[in-house]
């Protein structure tokens, strides 16, 4: 490498013909790469990048994408402590050259606008998304999940009707969630309730149960409507929501004469969220016993369920809060009186039999257990002791689709946060532990809903866990190959993770080399699951990087990751057969594409694929695509080409992208090429465009382009793998 000396005296020599513009002759003259030529062309640099007068190259102010900063003689010099650039020491002018990287500046965050690198201040923040459409009737707001501005009708009070200012013959009374245009009309309180410019017309209604005075009478099982029309927020509860719409009714139950007798109640309705809770003495202050939240249910009703135990003859209160004006169903059931259980706390479980199933009534109040599977309800807790070590089943079904349960398997000090072994959730939730140590176990039960359950415990000799249920016998995972997992007997037993209660698997990535990684997971249909990156050890905090929740395909990546060991982690919320893949190239920079605007300026990727960045907004709409429905006549498009000397297996990655995608495959040899069949892909919001694809050797091009006139800043992985 030249000497930073030399390399200047050299260029005052045989360079004068290309800098005859900077006065450059055979006299000698002042250096355009002096202190002060630079300061008075450039001014002083901001703290923290190269001085202001230290030798900076003419072609900085050409190209605003480089800067020149000090002299040197290797790349250790070039370190300006900026995170967002990229200095090496360019060995014909002996100087620090800067280039900048907007990608890694992106924060994630769509709503907040676009990073960009900035080469003397480093990574500085873009104008905020701005969605207002200056209209007093809409409500414009970025939506982060979506990655796109939603606009909603103005809707102040909440009560789902618009401002009747907005849309004639609507909400009449925007600030109280009691009147609107699809609200009932109340006789005798002098108000327009359903804004029909007439007040307590003859087809009025009155509030029915909405006080203690006029409770709902309920002396026998069976099943009773219950309407909430113009019901108010009479009586207050520590359980409910706090929305704006809240009302309360009165439901006064009357036990006959005889022994006690249980009341299992259960409310539901099409709209709104429910509650429940018995009282003392109805409209008493503090009166409440205790309070039972509703849930949603898979059929999309609020459900909410209160089961008293021995309920002596005689009237009792119980108060049933909605946040809707829809009827709500109840459904009574009075039965002959049962003790109330007594394994409600962690020392008080109840032993389990092998093989002997056992009912268990969720709809409880008090706190949850700590569990990695959360819920919002209380437990009920068993126990069983192994005398020598065995496979241990469990299971928990529900028996009428209130709620979902939840297993938790736990040490014998089960109310201890350290002491769950494994847990799961789901409509039927499974736990398997292949060779349990002899010992005392907890198994606490719970649900997302007030749902009864039945719960199973089996035992089996012991036997060998599969070698990706754990971190410490995880397989290799040979990048470029495919991989099948049936997740039979898996547990979710290893800390690092994406999702928790899931049940999951692990495989050994070995790298040689600092690489570029990218794993992509597919899930059996109708399941859920996400795909991991973590260090070796497998702890709670090793974890680099997950998908995103719900993708199937799931992906993750990481560029430059240094060589090393690393697990590879599979996560499936119902335990179905999944495939694991990981891609792997050496690491190589980002490169960016400042043109590709069409066929002749194409930039073209390597071999080895890579990392390419670039910017829509200044390309022209040169090709269309089938996949775009929304615009047949496109967006502005930028295009890549691809040469394969072999088949190949291909994927193309624009996540991280900062707008709705398109990517579409065409096949040459000239440009631009006929689209492939399945081979156009859309990407809304984070699920950014993605193509897996077998191609044989031939030249292809990539349009990256915009869905429904969208466009900015993207990004594109090319992995490229033998098929």
């Not at 003397?120 to 939506?143: A, E, K």
């Not at 409880?364 to 819920?375: F, H, Q, R, W, Y």
């Not at 069983?384 to 000090?413: H, K, N, Y």
């Not at 002899?438 to 007030?450: E, F, M, N």
């Amino acid at each position: 490498m030249r000497r930073p000396g030399l390399a200047l005296a050299l260029y005052g020599a045989r360079g004068c013909a290309a800098l005859a513009s900077l006065g450059c002759g055979d006299a000698l003259v002042a250096s355009p790469f002096s202190r002060a030529a630079l300061e008075a062309d450039a001014g002083p640099r901001e703290p923290g990048t190269p001085d202001a007068g230290e030798p900076q190259a003419p072609s900085e102010r050409a190209d605003p994408s480089v800067v020149f900063g000090a002299p040197c003689v290797d790349d250790a010099q070039c370190d300006d402590g900026l995170e967002c650039t990229l200095g090496v020491c360019d060995p014909e002018l002996g100087l620090c050259r800067y280039t900048g990287d907007d990608s890694l500046c992106d924060d994630g965050v769509f709503c907040d606008g676009v990073e960009h690198c900035d080469l003397r201040l480093g990574c500085r923040p873009g104008p905020p998304m701005t969605c207002s459409d200056s209209t007093p009737c809409t409500i414009d707001v970025c939506d982060e999940a979506t990655r796109s501005c939603v606009s909603r009708e103005r809707d102040a009070d909440g009560d789902g009707d618009v401002d009747g200012n907005c849309q004639v013959g609507h909400d009449c009374n925007d600030l109280d969630a009691n009147v609107s245009s699809l609200a009932t009309e109340i006789c005798n309180n002098q108000v327009d309730d359903d804004c029909d410019g007439e007040v307590d017309e003859a087809d009025c209604q009155a509030p029915r149960f909405d006080s203690c005075a006029d409770a709902l009478q309920i002396s026998a099982s069976g099943s009773y409507l219950v309407p909430s029309a113009g019901a108010r927020l009479d009586y207050g509860s520590a359980c409910s929501t706090e929305a704006s719409t809240l009302r309360d009714l009165v439901l006064q139950v009357t036990v006959p004469a005889g022994p006690p007798q249980d009341l299992d109640l259960v409310a539901r309705a099409s709209a709104g969220e429910l509650a429940l809770a018995p009282v003392a003495s109805c409209g008493g202050a503090a009166a409440e016993a205790e309070c039972l939240p509703g849930s949603f249910v898979s059929s999309g009703e609020s459900v909410a369920r209160l089961h008293q135990h021995r309920l002596a003859a005689g009237p009792h209160t119980i108060y049933l809060w909605t946040t809707a004006s829809a009827p709500v169903q109840l459904a009574v059931n009075l039965q002959p009186g049962t003790a109330e259980p007594t394994n409600q706390e962690c020392t008080a479980a109840t032993t389990l039999v092998p093989d002997q199933p056992v009912t268990a009534n969720l709809a409880i109040a008090g706190p949850p257990l700590s569990s990695t599977c959360s819920t919002d309800r209380g437990d009920l807790f068993y126990q069983f002791t192994l005398d020598q070590a065995a496979d241990v089943r469990l299971s928990a079904r529900s028996l009428d689709e209130l709620g979902q349960p939840r297993i938790s398997l736990r040490g014998s000090d089960c109310a201890r946060d350290d002491s769950e072994l494994s847990c799961n959730e789901g409509s039927v939730a499974v736990l398997h532990h292949h060779s349990l140590a002899a010992g005392t176990y907890r198994v606490a039960l719970s649900a997302s809903g007030p749902t009864d359950a039945s719960l199973l415990l089996r035992l089996a000799a012991p036997s060998a866990a599969p070698d990706t249920d754990r971190c410490d016998t995880a397989p290799a995972l040979v990048p470029g190959r495919t991989e099948t997992v049936s997740f039979v007997d898996h547990l979710d037993d290893i800390e690092a993770g994406c999702s928790p209660g899931f049940v999951d698997a692990a495989w050994a990535l070995q790298l040689d080399q600092p690489s570029d990684v990218l794993l992509l997971a597919r899930f059996s249909p109708g399941d859920a699951g996400s795909v991991g990156l973590a260090a070796e050890a497998c702890g709670d905090n090793d974890v680099r990087g997950c998908s995103r929740p719900g993708a199937n395909p799931a992906r993750v990546s990481e560029q430059g990751l240094p060589a090393g060991r690393y697990r590879v982690l599979l996560e499936s919320a119902l335990g179905l057969p999944a495939t694991i893949t990981a891609a792997v190239r050496p690491a190589r920079p980002r490169a960016l594409v400042p043109t590709s605007d069409a066929c002749i300026e194409a930039l073209t990727i390597g071999g080895e694929g890579g990392f390419f960045q670039g910017n829509t907004l200044n390309a022209d709409n040169d090709f269309s695509a089938s996949c775009d429905f929304a615009t047949p006549s496109g967006s502005p498009d930028q295009l890549l080409r691809l040469a394969l000397d072999r088949p190949r297996r291909v994927l193309l990655d624009m996540r991280g992208s900062q707008f709705d995608t398109l990517l579409n495959v065409r096949q040459g040899p000239s440009c631009p090429g006929e689209e492939l069949p399945g081979a156009c892909s859309v990407g809304i919001g984070d699920d950014q465009s993605f193509l897996d694809l077998p191609l044989s050797a031939g030249e292809y091009f990539l349009q990256v382009d915009g869905y429904a006139g969208a466009l900015g800043a993207w990004f594109l992985d090319v992995f490229l793998m033998d098929p």
